[in-house]
């Protein structure tokens, strides 16, 4: 099994930075895809960014030049810069990962608890 534990959220003003932590553990052998989620009230959750293996990185239009996905071996990070308003949501960590060999190299996808990010003045 797999865990994901986030942090970093938080109330910050528009135009205000944070940056999310997100440390995975368990049976890994290795990991595919590392990335966030968000999901506002009332809303589906949409992906916002995630790193490949292989450091391609991907995001949704919306926050593209303002926040930064990286990953440092098992930690997934994102840097929320130029926060707006709109970015208000739970971010939920995401992990595509491959289990170790007790359970058979099977294919793993892990959430984290989700965190609150509050953009406001």
């Known amino acids: 099994q797999v865990q994901l534990v986030e942090s970093g959220g938080g109330l910050v003003q528009p135009g205000g930075s944070l940056r999310l932590s997100c440390a995975a553990s368990g049976n890994i052998f290795s990991i595919n895809r590392m990335g966030w989620y968000h999901q506002a009230p009332g809303k589906e959750r949409e992906l916002v960014a995630h790193i490949s293996s292989g450091g391609t990185e991907t995001y949704v239009d919306s926050v593209k030049g303002r926040f930064t996905i990286s990953r440092d071996k098992n930690t997934v990070y994102l840097q929320m810069n130029s926060l707006k308003p709109e970015d208000t949501a739970v971010y939920y960590c995401?992990?595509?990962?491959?289990?170790?060999?007790?359970?058979?190299?099977?294919?793993?996808?892990?959430w984290g608890q989700g965190t609150l990010v509050t953009v406001s003045s």
């Open positions: 995401n992990v595509l990962a491959r289990l170790s060999a007790n359970y058979q190299y099977r294919y793993f996808e892990g």
